[in-house]
């Protein structure tokens, strides 16, 4: 959840313009591998960059290079033959200063941003990417697997993720449950919407939108729900251990092997898909709540194996 709020709430300033402090090998020549150009190291990003070094192998030459903060247009000084993005800053980076004839391929981007970012871009390049995000309708399809018995799910959206309310109500609706919403657009709104949502609901969905969840309300929203005894379902392992009953995620691994096999599809076809959600992801559940709840514990392996399925 960490990492997936924090790139959303770096949204504001993703069209900063960066420089390449560092790379692992020198770059020369002209439009020659792939180049890997990542908002910054540690963590999650090199989690993905690792994950794709691993899938792609031998099979195509790949260069590493960071950002940090300056106040330059990145340029490469090579023409790759792909830009794979890690982080948003890299994403809007290249999107800036790349020729748009380059291929990008933004990773471990929320959709907001991303889209952000491709509303704003040079003409003639069409962006392709992997979604941060779970899609909505897997989400309510762990809901419908873990919790057969629920018919309403409450759900708070804010000002990033009301433009999903649509496509919620249809994936809830396809898998016999309605959803129950309210919007919250500043801080103030939240804590009643919530209360409203939550007195009519069996289950809550927790979405990825800095109002709703964030560093300051995130605890609160599970209290509050538990207090209600309605369960939680998240979009993140970190928000299982805080408390949430259960969620689907993919993760920064998963994320890395989907975009290597997309970058060895590339090189083979020189095309690349439409941005997309992650095709891999991993089930967490809370075996202690479930426990307290007087439900069985929960396999996380025949839930994803169920989960994929019904995609």
Not at 4 to 22: K, P, T
Not at 132 to 137: I, Q
Not at 254 to 262: H, K, P, R, S, Y
Request: proline share 6%; charged share 20%.
């Amino acid at each position: 959840m960490t990492n997936l709020l924090g790139l959303l709430r770096s949204m504001a300033s993703s069209l900063r313009v960066w420089v390449v402090v560092g790379a692992f090998l020198p770059v020369t020549g002209h439009c020659t591998g792939v180049l890997i150009l990542s908002s910054r190291a540690g963590g999650a990003y090199d989690e993905v960059i690792e994950s794709i070094k691993t899938e792609v192998a031998r099979s195509t030459e790949l260069r590493v290079q960071y950002l940090s903060s300056a106040t330059a247009i990145w340029k490469p000084n090579e023409t790759p033959s792909l830009v794979v993005t890690v982080g948003v800053d890299a994403a809007s980076a290249a999107m800036q200063g790349l020729d748009p004839n380059t291929p990008v391929l933004s990773v471990l981007i929320p959709r907001a941003a991303f889209d952000t970012l491709a509303a704003a871009k040079k003409e003639g390049r069409r962006p392709s990417g992997i979604y941060l995000d779970t899609p909505p309708h897997r989400q309510l399809e762990l809901v419908r697997q873990l919790l057969p018995q629920a018919r309403n799910v409450g759900v708070v959206l804010g000002n990033i993720s009301s433009r999903d309310k649509d496509t919620l109500k249809s994936a809830a609706r396809d898998r016999g449950l309605n959803l129950v919403s309210d919007l919250a657009q500043r801080d103030s709104e939240l804590y009643p919407a919530l209360r409203s949502v939550l007195s009519d609901s069996d289950v809550f969905l927790a979405v990825p939108d800095p109002v709703v969840i964030n560093g300051s309300t995130a605890q609160n929203v599970l209290i509050t729900a538990f207090r209600s005894q309605v369960p939680v379902i998240g979009f993140s392992a970190n928000y299982v251990k805080a408390g949430a009953l259960a969620a689907v995620y993919s993760t920064p691994r998963q994320i890395g092997l989907e975009a290597g096999q997309i970058i060895k599809a590339q090189q083979r076809s020189n095309n690349l898909p439409n941005a997309k959600y992650p095709r891999y992801f991993s089930v967490g559940v809370n075996a202690s709540l479930m426990r307290t709840l007087g439900m069985p514990v929960a396999d996380e392996q025949a839930l994803e194996q169920r989960l994929l399925k019904a995609e």
